[in-house]
C-alpha cells in the first residue's frame, strides 16, 4: 500500500518517478480501511528535501499511511518558501489536539546552542510531552533524538574535538530487536554531527543501544518508557547529501574535512555511491510494522488505552 501525499507536493513526483508507491487523497478515500497516522516534525531548513527523504522510507511499506508535515508555530523558515510552507504544513499549535500513530522529529543544524538557548525551546517541550500523551510511537533523529534524550533522562550533548563526518561502519549489538529485523551484523551508515550522547550516561539511564560504531559511539536507542528510538545518525540521507554539506563548507570557508568514507577512493571529485538506503528502508519499515502490530484501532485511545 502507498503512502498519501497531495499530489502538488514535490516529494509526489519525486518518489512516483522513483517507483515509491504514493497516491492521492481521492485514490486513498475508496480503500475502506484506517491508514497509520504518520506526522513528521521538520527542524530542518531545506524543508523539501528532508520531506522527501522521509516520506521515500515512510512510504516504502505495504500499509497505508496518511503523512503529515508539522512546523513550530512561531519559528519561521528562512530557506523554505512562505507559499510551500501554508500549503503543505500546519503549525504545532494547530494540529496538538490530534493524535498519531507515530510521529518523527529531525534534526536542526543547532548543535552548537545549549538546548534552553534554542528559540522554540519551550515548544519543543510541549511537543515532546505531548508525544506521551497523542504519539503512539515517536522516533527522534539526530538533534531531535539527542533533545528528546534530554527532556525525559537529563542527558547531556557532549561536543566533538572535530565534526563526526562521512560514513561510518556500525554494529548490530541486538539480534533479537524487532527494529533490526533483516539487518546485516554490519552495516555503513552517515554521520554528520558535532556532538556525541555518550554510552556510560545512556547505560546509566536504562537505555538500549540497538546500533553503535566504533568510531562515533551510539547510533540507535530504544526507550521503552517513553516508547520512542533515538537515531543520532542519517539513514534518510540521499547520495549526495553529505557532498552538499561539504561543498557548501568549502565555499563559505569553513574548516572541513573530505567526508570519511564517502567517496571512492576519499577522491571528491568521484561521485558517491548509496550504501545506505536498503537498511534505510528496513529500519523505518521495522518502525512502521511496530506500530501497525501495537497501535489502538481507535485513534481517540491513543495514549489512554493499553488494551
Known amino acids: 500500500m502507498p503512502i498519501k501525499l497531495p499530489n502538488n507536493l514535490p516529494a509526489f513526483n519525486v518518489l512516483q518517478s522513483e517507483g515509491v508507491s504514493v497516491m492521492t487523497e481521492a485514490q486513498a478515500s475508496r480503500q475502506d480501511i484506517r491508514p497509520l497516522q504518520i506526522a513528521l516534525l521538520n527542524l530542518m531548513p531545506k524543508k523539501i528535501a528532508t520531506e522527501t527523504q522521509f516520506a521515500r522510507l515512510i512510504g516504502a511499506t ?3 499511511i496518511e503523512f503529515t508535515l508539522i512546523r513550530m508555530s512561531e ?5 523554505t518558501s512562505s507559499d510551500h510552507m501554508d500549503a503543505f504544513y500546519t ?3 494547530d494540529i496538538k489536539h490530534r493524535k498519531f500513530d507515530g510521529l518523527v522529529i529531525t534534526g536542526a543544524p543547532i548543535e552548537h546552542l545549549s538546548f534552553t538557548d534554542v528559540s522554540y525551546w519551550d515548544e519543543m517541550t510541549e511537543v515532546m510531552n505531548w508525544t506521551q500523551t497523542n504519539v503512539h510511537s515517536t522516533f527522534g533523529v539526530c538533534w531531535g533524538g539527542m533533545a528528546m534524550i534530554n527532556h525525559f533522562h537529563n542527558i547531556e550533548k557532549h561536543m566533538l574535538a572535530a565534526k563526526a563526518f562521512g560514513c561510518f561502519r556500525h554494529q548490530r549489538l541486538d539480534e533479537s530487536s524487532p527494529y533490526l529485523r533483516g539487518f546485516s551484523d554490519d552495516m555503513v551508515i552517515p554521520v554528520s554531527r558535532w556532538t556525541e550522547v555518550r554510552q556510560d550516561e545512556l547505560d546509566a539511564a ?3 543501544t540497538l546500533l553503535a560504531s566504533d568510531k562515533t559511539g551510539p547510533c540507535l536507542v530504544q526507550d521503552d518508557a517513553h ?19 561539504y561543498d557548501r563548507d568549502l565555499e563559505s570557508g569553513k574548516p572541513i574535512n573530505v567526508p570519511d568514507n564517502y567517496y571512492p577512493k576519499d577522491d571528491p ?8 538506503r536498503s537498511h534505510g528502508h528496513l529500519l523505518y519499515g521495522n518502525w512502521i510494522n511496530e506500530i501497525y502490530q501495537s497501535t489502538h484501532f481507535d485513534l481517540s485511545k ?5 488494551d
Do not use: C, M
Not at 269 to 276: A, C, E, I
Open 75 to 79: 519559528h519561521q523558515s528562512k530557506n
Open 91 to 93: 503549525s504545532f499549535q
Open 206 to 208: 536504562n537505555l538500549t
Open 62 to 64: 505495504p500499509l497505508q
Open 302 to 306: 491513543i495514549g489512554i488505552s493499553t
Open 269 to 276: 571529485t568521484k561521485t558517491p555511491q548509496n550504501r545506505w
Open 227 to 245: 516508547r520512542a528510538l533515538y537515531v543520532f545518525n542519517h539513514f534518510e540521507y540521499d547520495r549526495d547529501t553529505l557532498k552538499q554539506e
